[in-house]
Each structure stands twice: as C-alpha cells, then as structure tokens.
T-cell receptor
Framework: EDKVVQSPLSLVVHEGDTVTLNCSYE??????LLWYKQEKKAPTFLFML????IEKKSGRLSSILDKKELFSILNITATQTGDSAIYLC???????????FGKGTKLSVIP | DTAVSQTPKYLVTQMGNDKSIKCEQN?????MYWYKQDSKKFLKIMFS???????INETVPNRFSPKSPDKAHLNLHINSLELGDSAVYFC????????????FGEGSRLTVL
C-alpha cells in the first residue's frame, strides 16, 4: 500500500519567515509527486515533480524531489498571511489512476 | 466558468435518510473521482471512473453508490446515512488518467444529525 507522510502536522510562523514542509513517501513504481494548497475550499494544484534534483518554482514557493531518499520539500520564503493553508502532498504510482494523499501540514502565518 | 462543480455545497440531514451529491466537469476529462475529507483534513479516495467505467472502488460501505451517466458527470448516492458519514466530499477530474494533476470541485459538506 502506498504511504505518504507529511511533517510537521502543523506550523505557526510570523510573516516574513521562511518555512520548509516535508513529504516522505513509499510507493511502488513511483511516477510523480504533487503538492496542493487547501485554504477554505478545494485543494489547488501547486507543483508536480517527477525528476530528482530539479527545482520547481512559482513566486515565493519552490519544491524539489529526492527519488533516492524518497522525499520532497516545499519551501515558502517571505511568508504572508495569505499563505496560511493546509498543504497536501500526494504520490502517483505508474499506471495507476489513483493519487494517495498525506495528512497535510497546516501552516498558520501570523502578522 | 467553474471547471468542476458540485451540488449541493452544504447538506444537513437526519440519520437514516438517503441523499445524493452531483458533480459535473467541463474540462473534457475522461477520469473523475470522489474523495472524502474527514474532520482531520485527511483526503481519502472512494471511487474513480474513467470514461463511465468504474476503475477504483476503495473499501467503502455498500451504502455509497457512484453513478456516471456520461464522462462529464459523476454522482454519489448515499443510503441510510450514519453519523460517521459527516465529512466534506470532493469531486475531482483528471485529464491524463495516470499522469496529470487532479482538479477539485469546491466540496460538499455533509452533516448527519
């Protein structure tokens, strides 16, 4: 059974701080790892990672995958209150229709 | 234009009732999903259809029955509702069946009293 473990489960930081969220996984025939942000409603897609060592970046958010050590990190620099959300990590097995999600990291950014 | 839309957004009902949640996507995707998110925010797969064919059927009670009249629609019917069914149910679709990202609807919050 595929397994995704995120840490920490929750995190409180001040505006302007930099945070690193972790996602480790166990999956047979790994294809991709995805990051989502969930505020009040639907999870929204952030990144998809398939190759080790290649950083994906979008504004203050960036993510990288290590397929040897089976983990990914999501970095957020210069955090803002609008970054407060639950960040979800999911893995996709090759040939599978299913995405398996971790339990999420709840990030709270306080002014 | 909402890509994945679910109705109703909120549903409050009594134990023992039967209810349905509808989902429609206008993205032209072949694959659709139902996920359940519990109070701890854990997203768990329930069902998936690819082009109207059931492809994932996780261990959920028989009281839950998905129906896909066409590839743009995936509805969820729940019989004999129980307190533990209270959750947010998310519909999602995916363009490439086993490689692309999921696009989620806004969720349907079901409360069983």
């Amino acid at each position: 059974e595929d397994k995704v473990v995120q840490s920490p489960l929750s995190l409180v930081v001040h505006e302007g701080d930099t945070v690193t969220l972790n996602c480790s996984y166990e999956v047979t025939n790994f294809r991709s790892l995805l990051w989502y942000k969930q505020e009040k409603k639907a999870p929204t897609f952030l990144f998809m990672l398939t190759s080790s060592g290649i950083e994906k970046k979008s504004g203050r958010l960036s993510s990288i995958l290590d397929k040897k050590e089976l983990f990914s990190i999501l970095n957020i620099t210069a955090t803002q209150t609008g970054d407060s959300a639950i960040y979800l990590c999911a893995v996709n097995r090759a040939g599978s229709y299913q995405l398996t999600f971790g339990k999420g990291t709840k990030l709270s950014v306080i002014p | 234009d909402t890509a994945v839309s679910q109705t109703p957004k909120y549903l409050v009902t009594q134990m023992g009732n039967d209810k349905s949640i509808k989902c429609e996507q206008n993205l032209g995707h072949d694959t659709m999903y139902w996920y359940k998110q519990d109070s701890k925010k854990f997203l768990k797969i329930m069902f998936s259809y690819n082009n109207k064919e059931l492809i994932i059927n996780e261990t959920v009670p028989n009281r839950f029955s998905p129906k896909s009249p066409d590839k743009a629609h995936l509805n969820l019917h729940i019989n004999s509702l129980e307190l533990g069914d209270s959750a947010v149910y998310f519909c999602a679709s995916r363009g490439q069946p086993n490689t692309g990202e999921l696009f989620f609807g806004e969720g349907s919050r079901l409360t069983v009293l």
